[in-house]
């Protein structure tokens, strides 16, 4: 997921809610900061690319490798100034994401959930919808108004297979629907309407990603 655009017009520069110029009080921090001695960034893949278009696999060995994916993962996104990505935006076919998200309140989140299943919405909490802007690193330079719920919750497993559950407001909650979205098959894009797409993928279209980016065949 791309970070927040400033407004909801064209103009779209960004705020850097987390890197930017430091907070007049400390910013809280959920979660651990990765190791950025390990990994290595990968190019995003973009709309279009068929792993973006289908459900991915459900993670079942918890070894080596998957610790060194999910270190390749923080990396990129890292790389790519974002605050979350899934596994299949490197073009890797496994229900994997990572997270560096604020949500409104200024809390830092940082993280990782495998095999992220949604929650319900509560049905004893008030439906709450943020007609928020959305971007997402695999549809480059491109921003929508996208409603979606102000609260959100995953379950899932860690590295280690240890069962998780994150949950979320504001900005946070949009970071951890879009990216379980994601390893469903699902782009944000895909939840606007045709005109919305449209001007969406003219956006991407007309501008430059500022990372590496796979080109598609």
Same mark, same amino acid.
């Given at each position: &997921? ?5 407004? %909801?017009? /064209?103009?779209?520069?960004?705020? /850097?809610? *987390? ?5 007049? +009080?400390? *910013?809280?921090? &959920? ?21 973006? /278009?289908?459900?991915?696999? +459900? ?17 990129? &996104? @890292? ?12 073009? *890797? ?5 990572? #997270? ?23 049905? =004893? $909490?008030? $439906? *709450? ?11 480059? +330079? ?8 102000? @609260? ?15 949950e979320g407001t504001g ?6 629907? /879009?990216?379980?979205? %994601?390893? #469903?098959?699902?782009? @944000?894009? =895909? ?12 956006? &991407? ?5 500022? @990372?590496? +980016?796979?080109?598609?065949?």
């Amino acid at each position: &997921m791309a970070e927040q655009a400033e407004q %909801h017009g /064209h103009d779209h520069d960004h705020e /850097h809610d *987390v890197e930017g110029a430091a907070p007049e +009080t400390p *910013v809280k921090v &959920m979660g651990e900061e990765p190791d950025l001695t390990k990994g290595t960034a990968r190019p995003i893949t973009v709309v279009g690319n068929p792993v973006l /278009h289908r459900e991915v696999k +459900t993670v079942t060995a918890f070894d080596g490798e998957l610790s060194a994916l999910i270190d390749d993962m923080f990396q990129s &996104m @890292y790389a790519a100034e974002g605050v979350g990505l899934a596994a299949n935006q490197i073009g *890797v076919d496994l229900k994997v994401f990572v #997270y560096d998200c604020p949500d409104d309140e200024g809390v830092r989140h940082i993280g990782h959930v495998i095999n992220p299943v949604l929650e319900e919405y509560p049905a =004893d $909490r008030r $439906r *709450v919808l943020d007609d928020g802007n959305e971007g997402c690193l695999s549809v480059p +330079t491109a921003y929508a108004e996208l409603p979606r719920p102000d @609260y959100a919750a995953v379950t899932g497993v860690d590295k280690d297979g240890k069962p998780i559950r994150v949950e979320g407001t504001g900005f946070f909650a949009r970071c951890l629907q /879009h990216e379980t979205d %994601h390893l #469903y098959g699902t782009l @944000y894009i =895909d939840k606007l309407s045709k005109r919305d797409r449209k001007d969406a993928l003219r956006q &991407m279209a007309e501008g430059t990603a500022r @990372y590496a +980016t796979v080109p598609n065949e």
